[in-house]
């Protein structure tokens, strides 16, 4: 046991948060874009979509559309969030500036980095889903003091994708590869409820996305959204837990394989 835990990191792993944080302190506009993006998704939907569509059934309750795709996407902006903090910015790390490799030459561990780079994607998830679920009481969209649970939801979705993230940016040979990125990510935000409710896909088509993180974490942050819980609610988020413990300790055994001399 004592030699499975260290790869998958150490409270060392702070301190490549601590780097991270310093490295973008001068590039606030990136971080303020993540607050206003939420705003304009949801005005959007509010203004145009939601007086369209109608209601919409959730836990028994009749919703607004605007009550039920918001959650689905403070979902999908945790997953998009953890896919370019995981993928992106730690190639260009592994592949172009090499940081790593300076990284390993202190006391830091493969493992430390991996999960270093997978808090980080916590941290920035954490900061917008707070701005998120803070326009969304603002607007009405949020039908519930449990709306609040979304923001540690989100971080759990965040989780998920990240670490699965990293796990995957290991194995991209070049920036062509990206593409991959997106053909997994694109219907992933298109076919996972995000928009429309499960029972309307066909059977084959619901049956596969039910596997989806991104269903599992939409439905999970909409049951919330409205205060109503059911037991499947724990399921669901082990489910994205187990996914990202897994997704971890595939991307610190690649680290170890690629940057070990």
Same mark, same amino acid.
């Given at each position: 046991?004592?030699?499975?835990?260290? &790869?998958?990191?150490?409270?060392?792993?702070?301190?490549?948060?601590?780097?991270?944080?310093?490295?973008?302190?001068?590039?606030?506009?990136?971080?303020?874009?993540? =607050?206003?993006?939420?705003?304009?998704?949801?005005?959007? @939907?509010? $203004?145009?979509?939601?007086?369209?569509?109608? #209601?919409?059934?959730?836990?028994?309750?009749?919703?607004?559309?605007?009550?039920?795709?918001? !959650?689905?996407?403070? *979902?999908?902006?945790?997953?998009?969030?953890? @896919?370019?903090?995981?993928?992106?910015?730690? =190639?260009?790390?592994?592949?172009?500036?090499?940081?790593?490799?300076?990284?390993?030459?202190? !006391?830091?561990?493969?493992?430390? @980095?991996?999960?270093?780079?997978?808090?980080?994607?916590?941290?920035?998830?954490? /900061?917008?889903? &707070?701005?998120? &679920?803070?326009?969304?009481?603002?607007?009405?969209?949020?039908?519930?003091?449990?709306?609040?649970?979304?923001?540690?939801?989100?971080?759990? #979705?965040? =989780?998920?994708?990240?670490?699965?993230? +990293?796990? *995957?940016? #290991?194995?991209?040979?070049?920036?062509?590869?990206?593409?991959? $990125? #997106? /053909?997994?990510?694109?219907?992933?935000?298109?076919?996972? *409820?995000?928009?429309? !409710?499960?029972?309307?896909?066909?059977?084959?088509?619901?049956?596969?996305?039910?596997?989806?993180?991104?269903?599992?974490?939409?439905?999970? +942050?909409?049951?919330?959204?409205?205060?109503?819980?059911?037991?499947?609610? @724990?399921?669901? +988020?082990?489910?994205?837990?187990?996914?990202? $413990?897994?997704?971890?300790? $595939?991307?610190?055994?690649?680290?170890?394989?690629?940057?070990? !001399?």
């Amino acid at each position: 046991m004592g030699r499975v835990l260290p &790869v998958l990191g150490s409270r060392r792993a702070l301190h490549v948060v601590e780097r991270n944080a310093m490295f973008y302190r001068n590039q606030w506009l990136m971080f303020a874009s993540g =607050f206003v993006e939420p705003l304009f998704y949801l005005l959007s @939907i509010g $203004i145009g979509l939601n007086h369209l569509v109608g #209601t919409l059934d959730v836990g028994g309750r009749p919703v607004t559309y605007a009550t039920f795709v918001a !959650p689905g996407m403070l *979902a999908t902006s945790a997953m998009n969030g953890a @896919i370019i903090d995981s993928v992106f910015n730690p =190639f260009f790390r592994l592949k172009i500036s090499h940081a790593y490799d300076s990284m390993l030459t202190t !006391p830091l561990d493969v493992g430390d @980095i991996a999960l270093g780079e997978a808090l980080w994607a916590l941290a920035r998830t954490g /900061l917008y889903a &707070v701005s998120f &679920v803070g326009c969304m009481f603002a607007l009405g969209d949020a039908s519930s003091p449990l709306a609040l649970l979304e923001i540690p939801g989100a971080l759990a #979705t965040s =989780f998920a994708f990240a670490s699965l993230g +990293l796990a *995957a940016c #290991t194995y991209l040979r070049s920036w062509q590869d990206f593409d991959l $990125i #997106t /053909l997994f990510s694109l219907p992933l935000f298109l076919f996972s *409820a995000t928009f429309f !409710p499960l029972s309307l896909y066909p059977r084959l088509l619901a049956t596969l996305v039910w596997f989806s993180p991104l269903y599992q974490s939409a439905t999970l +942050l909409r049951g919330l959204n409205v205060g109503h819980l059911d037991p499947w609610m @724990i399921p669901r +988020l082990a489910y994205l837990c187990a996914l990202g $413990i897994i997704g971890l300790a $595939i991307a610190a055994r690649r680290f170890r394989r690629l940057l070990s !001399p």
